[in-house]
């Protein structure tokens, strides 16, 4: 089958309506079909959703009503009816024309599902014929040029149209579903080089406060107030993390795969220094300890943080998922972040020779 120009009219992760999508309308007599392993027909669209839902969803239109938006509601209710749905495809590029639903176990936990699905065998009168689709029960659909998804295919998508002049119109004969992955496993994969993944936007930078540590520590076992000075040290971890469904936070270090350069760039940019993978605070402090008291200090780091999202292309099906990124990393900020907590010695610890031990006043350790 002959090759037309190169040039993807895939719509990305998004919802967009019909307004934006050129229209190249089927003038063949429109068909509105529904296959779960056998052909079903209907003489409109209303009817076509209801074969396709049981019988739940009585009130679609009685042709498409074009655009994403215009069906989303309508396939909401249809997954929620039927959660083996896989795609629905039209045969015009702005989801309208007609129609060919189908029942493939939806791409939800680990129900079987064909790996290629042939027009050739589902009703011919649509080889060669649909022009826009939409994925099902978290499904992705990817469509190819010939049978079996060979020829030029096109990565998978929630949502695709291919308009006149573009490669796939009136060329598609078989497309595959992918399921979409979590958020947590496209960050996996863009971890162990599994999915191209490139930063998408850097939105958010910030500088916040972490939970205070205690540093050292200093007795005075004596009568009066004494006057200490100490040298401590103290290492905070940094992280870079990808948020994951419901808010979770997946931590993989400095480890983010592709993206790890253009994440050290955005960070440079910002903050004039790379990251670590720890920051270490080392000082000397005088401290005044009331008589027979123990004082901690603490130290509250500050961190300097970048956000934004990244975009992992799934490697061998295209799958895109789009990531949202942190940077965390605490830095020396001009404040010295610390406190001390006294705390009154009791008459055990006064005892003690490891906190107070007979040849002197007390002791002062960093933690």
């Not at 022009?131 to 990817?142: A, K, L, P, T």
């Not at 799934?314 to 610390?338: E, R």
Request: with cysteine; proline share 6%.
């Amino acid at each position: 089958m002959s090759r037309k120009t190169t040039v993807s009219a895939l719509v990305a992760l998004a919802i967009v309506s019909s307004t934006g999508v050129s229209q190249a309308a089927d003038t063949a007599p429109l068909r509105y079909c529904h296959y779960n392993g056998t052909l079903s027909c209907a003489s409109n669209f209303r009817d076509l959703v209801k074969i396709a839902t049981f019988g739940s969803v009585q009130d679609a239109p009685l042709t498409p009503p074009g655009g994403l938006t215009a069906l989303e509601s309508l396939r909401n209710r249809m997954e929620q009816a039927n959660p083996y749905l896989s795609s629905i495809h039209f045969s015009n590029p702005d989801w309208t024309g007609s129609v060919l639903s189908i029942a493939a176990n939806g791409c939800k936990g680990n129900m079987p599902r064909p790996a290629v699905m042939n027009l050739n065998v589902i009703d011919p009168d649509f080889d060669n014929r649909l022009n826009s689709e939409i994925g099902m029960n978290q499904c992705q659909v990817s469509p190819a040029q010939n049978p079996d998804r060979k020829g030029y295919f096109g990565d998978a998508r929630p949502y695709g149209w291919h308009d006149a002049g573009t490669d796939l119109y009136n060329q598609i004969t078989s497309f595959s579903y992918y399921p979409t992955p979590t958020q947590a496993e496209a960050a996996k994969a863009c971890s162990i080089g599994a999915a191209i993944c490139r930063l998408e936007t850097v939105s958010q930078a910030s500088v916040v406060s972490g939970e205070a540590k205690p540093v050292a520590f200093s007795t005075n076992c004596s009568s009066t107030l004494q006057t200490r000075a100490l040298w401590w040290e103290t290492s905070v971890a940094n992280e870079e993390s990808f948020t994951t469904e419901y808010g979770q936070k997946l931590t993989i270090g400095l480890e983010f795969g592709d993206l790890k350069a253009g994440i050290e760039a955005s960070f440079l940019e910002r903050y004039g220094h790379s990251t670590t993978k720890t920051t270490t605070f080392k000082q000397q402090d005088t401290v005044n300890i009331p008589a027979k008291s123990r004082s901690v200090l603490y130290k509250t780091p500050m961190y300097q943080v970048l956000s934004g999202t990244a975009r992992a292309k799934i490697n061998g099906s295209g799958v895109v998922v789009f990531l949202p990124w942190t940077v965390k990393q605490a830095v020396n900020d001009g404040s010295d972040g610390l406190t001390w907590d006294e705390i009154p010695l009791t008459a055990a610890e006064l005892k003690d020779p490891a906190l107070c031990p007979l040849s002197a006043g007390g002791v002062t350790r960093s933690l």
